[in-house]
Nanobody, 129 residues
Framework: QLQLVESGGGLVQPGGSLRLSCAASGVTLDDYTIGWFRQAPGKEREGVSC????????NYADSVKGRFTITRDNDENTVFLQMNSLNPEDTGVYYC??????????????????????WGQGTQVTVSS
């Protein structure tokens, strides 16, 4: 069974950077579309980025374009989210999620979280001075 574990969250000052990792175990990720989502207190979970199974399709929410970068390393079975120029509005629990998509070459943001069957436990990101 696929399991996902996020790491790299923490407390950072406004304008700072964090790099989140999503490490998979159980199966390899090369047949999975990966999405990053976040959920702030009192708000709905929202998609922030996605990457297709071979990285040919990448999309971002408007709120993070130019600041966040998603990458994947299938050899390491890991997906990353580099977050720069963080602001307090980026605070929340960040989740990675996987959709088994062996024949899919694209992904979209926003996207329905229900598409993704497999989820990590989340990692807390707090942006505060």
């Amino acid at each position: 069974q696929l399991q996902l574990v996020e790491s790299g969250g923490g407390l950072v000052q406004p304008g700072g950077s964090l790099r989140l990792s999503c490490a998979a175990s159980g199966v390899t990720l090369d047949d999975y579309t990966i999405g990053w989502f976040r959920q702030a207190p009192g708000k709905e979970r929202e998609g922030v980025s996605c990457i297709s199974r071979r990285g040919g399709s990448i999309n971002y929410a408007d709120s993070v374009k130019g600041r966040f970068t998603i990458t994947r390393d299938n050899d390491e079975n890991t997906v990353f989210l580099q977050m720069n120029s963080l602001n307090p509005e980026d605070t929340g629990v960040y989740y990675c999620a996987a959709d088994w998509s062996p024949y899919t070459t694209s992904c979209t943001v926003p996207d329905d979280p229900g598409r993704y069957r497999f989820w990590g436990q989340g990692t807390q990101v707090t942006v505060s001075s």
